[in-house]
């Protein structure tokens, strides 16, 4: 019974071992250097006022290019932003609405039931505005890239001078961890580039953390609440899986 | 599921009592796997967010009426003139198939905010337009089974059993209501 | 007994009225009650269970999805991300049927592979493991539409090259090909259908595991020795004993559903479909989902378009003919230790076209591959029916019964004869 037990772990394992792993691209696999969030390991969660402080930094730096569609000013609540907070920096935004009782578009404040408003109303003009590339939404980015918030946090950090040997394309700005190296993105963070709310210093490690906290929030809301309940259920199944097996035992005492 | 095999042969006591945990265990699992089903069907969050709409009162003049979309449904939003109200205090209680009196179902006297969903089946009644029929009593008649309603949306003849609904509401303005 | 109304055993009023009607419950107690089964099983024979009870979980989970999920190329991205930030639970619901997708493959993997160790595809089981093939070839259908449904970068792109494939048949291929489409590429045409299809299939399957487990019913189970029951003695009612087997089983498969769902609900798939399809900007790198890829990986070995597609799809249609391409009478690879090592050897090599599946088509990966397609298609079309001819057996216990619960060392010429006829 071991024996086959084993063999069944077997091909599980080699089913695992033979998962797609995320550096399969042709050509070097750039190594991404591990680095500790709050949201790491099974008990991790997220900090809010790291993901506050984001979420100041998108607004104030990255949102100028880059969409987050899928969010809207309600959830900001989850970071523990109060209504009346959450209804003032929507209503610093203005939103396209309508038709109206003439059948025209008007612009009005944001309320906190609005998306988040998007820089560009079209991909067509997002490109036309960024030399051809086009600003990723970063509503699920950290999903979206093999590496995740590391992926993320390496690239915020990673601009530098192009090593010796290597030509940049017009326009492309070198990163030690984009793939292929050259980035139409030029390096979005300077140090004191915003007045963090809390005094902290806003270095650009800081703020590269603290806005990868927040789309690490922005990709995965759910982060929290899924692994306490992951926690629950996998409590809840081993003991049910020891009740059953002293159940089988039991039913099996006579025959074995 | 998880039927943890009730003992064929009257086992003993021990395992009976094994196997009535392990059952009761299991169904509180299953249980606890329906409810995010359920809950899933309630209201999502985005739909929640939108419970709530604002309507302008300055452009509605006296006697005027607007209807308004709010959670999918019409509210009747009608700027009462003098003797739509009194017409509306006017009325004995024992006259009301839904007593109610009219101060009850108004915060300033000259805006009546109504739902305008007939209470028999759900039709939207006729009254909002000046052309409209206004039915017996001033206020709205529905077309569909000929329910009459009065200057406070009170039921007076027809099948209807309830006064329209009052939409939870209130003024952040003079000019301005929020609905929900 | 009244003319027309079935003779119930059942002594509770409510129960007999629906019986002597309607014998469902006179069928679950002859078929899960006290169905004789062998009393050898291994946990590998709980798979099959655990198939029907992921099933059921797809089902579910699939039917609450589609209640939120709007199947346009427009809104298709943005109403999964809506199920997942507001929907009550539906980043759970989504994440079990993603998750559960790929639980179903580990599991029937795993169930096919019990098939073929233990010879479960041998007479008479021959039409049980066709319908099984079947079932397989429904579930890949399945799948492969339902991963278009988000509409990511893997789902158009994906959906992209494999309805291509259809146009390396000649004559009829590109009219196919149009016709998956409905129109001059994957669009929204071709979203709508696919979700129509998915809702589908799965109740095809559902058809189809019926007759799967009513064949098995005619037959009975095999088991790990391969040698029929003989009679009671080797057998025992299905209710309790694997009634509580396959429960215990079915906790530990949660549990490994569960990790994969709260712990690492994207593991098992690719950052790139969490990026919206642009028709435009095809990603560096296709790769399917980690069930095809040795399926993938068979396809690429071969550098002749048409070639490939039909080695791809004879990978899994050569299925169908294994019971007659391995002719040996004995069932179980326990008895045949050449052909064990032969399909141990199999299973080393369908990981190892897996892992290939999942690289770029650069050396050293395109000679791996040629060699593990060459061997996958050696072992069935060559060394089964030689070994069939060639191999001698070692000697079969003399039933169950005896094997199970002890017993000397069997007297001479008291082997039970191979291919018991039930």
Redesign the interface.
Known sequence: ?FR??L??FA??G??L??????A???GEAIAIPDTRFSFDG?FGTFDHASAQRGFQVYKEVCSACHAM??L?Y??LQELGLSEQQVAAIAAQFQVMDGPNDEGQMFERPAR??DRFRSPFPNQQAARAANNGAYP??L??IV????G?ADYIYALLTGYADPPPGVTMMDGMNYNRYF?GHQIAMPAPLNPDQVQYADGTPATVEQMARDVTTFLAWA?E??LEQ??A???K??L??????G??????R???AD?H | MADSGEATAGGTPRRDFLNLVTTAFAAVGVGAVAWPFIASMQPSRDVLALASTEVDLGPIAEGQAVTVMWRGKPVFVRHRTAAEIAAARAVPPSQLPDPQPDQARVQRDQWLVVLGVCTHLGCVPLGQKPTDARGDYGGWFCPCHGSHYDTSGRIRKGPAPRNLVIPQYAFISDTKIRIG | MAIGLHESDFKNPVVRWIDQRLPVFTMMQKEYGTFPTPRNFNYFWNFGALAMVNLMIMIATGVFLAMHYAPHTAHAFDSVERIMRDVNYGWLIRYVHMNGASMFFIVVFIHIWRGMYYGSYKAPRELLWMLGVVIFLLMMATAFMGYVLPWGQMSFWGATVITNLFSAFPLVGEWIVSLLWGGFSVDNPTLNRFFSLHYLLPFLIVGVVFLHVVALHITGSNNPLGIEPKGPQDTLPFHPYYTAKDSFGLVIYFIVFAGFVFFAPNYLGHPDNYIPANPLVTPAHIVPEWYFLPFYAILRAVPNKLGGVLLMFGSVAILFVLPWLDSSPVRSMRFRPMARIAFLLWTVCFFVLMYCGAKPPEEPYVIISRIATAYYFAYFLVILPLLARLERPLPLPESIARAVLGGGPLPAGAAAKPMEKA
């Open positions: 019974m086959t037990k063999k069944a091909v599980l080699g089913l071992a033979a998962a797609p792993s995320p399969g691209a042709a099974v569609r899928q809207s309600r959830n906190p039931s990723p939404d509503s699920v999903k979206a890239r093999p995740g793939p990709a809301p759910e899924r692994r309940m992951g926690v259920v996998i809840f199944l081993t003991i049910l899986a009740l059953a097996y002293a159940v089988k039991k039913v099996w025959v």
